[in-house]
């Protein structure tokens, strides 16, 4: 069993930058590969970025690349999500995933298993 606690959210105005932290409980934290997602009002939830359980491979949204960064340390049991240059559109919900040993269809909900509470992200125009 793995829990998961996302922080970092909070009100930030256009081009601004957060930090979103995930810590997970337990002892095998390297074995699970560590997704985000978002969900905006009235929207369905989507896939932001990923980073697979062996540390080397990340994956990111197309609407996110370049602007977000993924990483994990193994040693705090803590993935990270790093936003910058945020816009009005990256206003949601983000909730962070764990797939054990997931290095494929990192993209699909259905592939992890265990999922955060959420917090929100808003940013201002």
């Known amino acids: 069993q793995v829990q998961l606690v996302e922080s970092g959210g909070g009100l930030v105005q256009a081009g601004g930058s957060l930090r979103l932290s995930c810590a997970a409980s337990?002892?095998?934290?390297?074995?699970?590969?560590m997704g985000w997602f978002r969900q905006a009002p009235g929207k369905e939830r989507e896939f932001v970025a990923a980073?697979?359980?062996?540390?080397?491979?990340?994956n990111y949204a197309d609407s996110v690349k370049g602007r977000f960064t993924i990483s994990r340390d193994n040693a705090k049991n803590t993935a990270y999500l790093q936003m910058n240059s945020l816009k009005p559109e990256d206003t949601a919900v983000y909730y962070c995933?764990?797939?054990?040993?997931?290095?494929?269809?990192?993209?699909?909900?259905?592939?992890?298993?265990?999922w955060g509470q959420g917090t929100q992200v808003t940013v201002s125009s």
């Open positions: 980073i697979v359980w062996s540390g080397g491979s990340t």
């Open positions: 337990g002892r095998t934290f390297s074995s699970y590969a």
């Open positions: 995933a764990a797939g054990f040993r997931l290095e494929f269809r990192l993209r699909r909900e259905a592939a992890y298993d265990y």
